[in-house]
């Protein structure tokens, strides 16, 4: 616990305040290029007929 | 009784209440297991807390996933993009967890509960209300926002423990417009992957080894009661169980605040 000198965790700070943005940016627009709406059941998703009806309230 | 056995009729009880609970409302049960385990494990470091609740989630999410899968509610699109989207948060979040005290992540955790319950009490979600207008798919702008929402939402659930389907759910819903149960099914399609990361992420850097027990005893459990989860919830009514969850995340975060005073 704790162990971590200042310095790594400012740098562990400061990667967790930008990094998800630049890494999901990189990450939306690798999958835009590979795999483009449409393709293989991303607007075709359909429940099956014998599957209960969604809740209403799930969070 | 020997010392295993009555850790077992400890935590086992638990993670039937956790499972039937994180299934019922449609989220990984790490919201439910994270303040029981403070409860239960005074002493024990956020990192071991945190480590015990995403393995246990892990377990959940997984089954409830496989389930959403066969009925085809599942977005693997959106699924991919937002599982390949939170993996280094997870990461982030585990690393980050080690250099926490336990005084400051009960705070935190106090303050994550007070508000996440006081939304969900204000908004309780429902597809009545929530599903007109929704587009078949989402656009361009909406994803990319969903990328870097999840990203984030990756580094919190991790650092919390809480797997993040009770904050993933409602950005699906409330901020993307995606339909309910398409959110619910998607964001335990990628909770699985976040818990698994975070827990893999825990045992290399050792703080798993103190929760290798605890977590065999609370998956049993969960396994349990997932499925009477999955039974009560064609019975219940849906408003009435958030609210009750919302009221309680409430009362557990004030606590925890009020401890630390």
Avoid at chain 2, 91 to 118: E, K, M, W, Y
Wanted: glycine residues 12%; hydrophobic residues 50%; contains cysteine.
């Amino acid at each position: 616990m704790g162990t971590m000198p200042g310095g790594h965790i400012a740098l562990l700070i400061i990667g967790v305040a930008i990094g998800p943005f630049i890494w999901g940016s990189v990450v939306y627009w690798l999958v835009a290029k590979l795999w483009p709406e449409g393709r293989h059941g991303s607007r075709k998703l359909r429940a099956r007929p014998d599957s209960p009806p969604p809740l209403d309230y799930q969070i | 009784m020997s010392p295993e056995l009555t850790e077992f009729f400890r935590l086992a009880p638990l993670g039937i209440v956790v499972g039937a609970f994180g299934t019922l409302i449609g989220a990984g049960g790490g919201a439910v297991m994270v303040p029981v385990l403070l409860a239960l494990l005074p002493n024990e470091t956020p990192a071991t807390v945190t480590s015990i609740s995403m393995a246990t989630v892990f377990f959940n999410a997984y089954s409830g996933t496989i389930a959403y899968m066969r009925m085809g509610r599942v977005d693997y699109r959106m699924g991919t993009l937002f599982t390949l989207a939170s993996l280094p948060g997870a990461v982030l979040g585990v690393f980050l967890i080690h250099q926490i005290p336990r005084n400051l992540f009960d705070s935190l955790f106090g303050l994550l509960l007070l508000t996440v319950g006081a939304l969900l009490f204000a908004h309780p979600l429902g597809s009545s209300q929530s599903s007109a207008g929704r587009a078949e798919s989402m656009s361009d702008g909406t994803t990319f926002l969903g990328s870097i929402g999840t990203a984030y939402i990756a580094v919190l659930s991790s650092l919390m423990g809480i797997g993040g389907g009770i904050i993933h759910v409602p950005f699906l819903i409330r901020i993307l417009h995606v339909e309910p149960h398409k959110a619910t099914a998607t964001s335990h399609f990628v909770l699985t992957f976040v818990a698994l990361t975070a827990t893999v992420t825990h045992v290399v850097l050792g703080a798993f080894n103190q929760g290798l027990a605890q977590t065999m005893y609370l998956a049993v459990g969960v396994m349990m009661g997932a499925p009477v989860g999955a039974a009560l919830s064609t019975r219940l009514q849906g408003s009435l169980i958030v609210r009750l969850l919302a009221g309680a995340l409430c009362l557990v975060g004030l606590r925890l605040l009020a401890r630390l005073l």
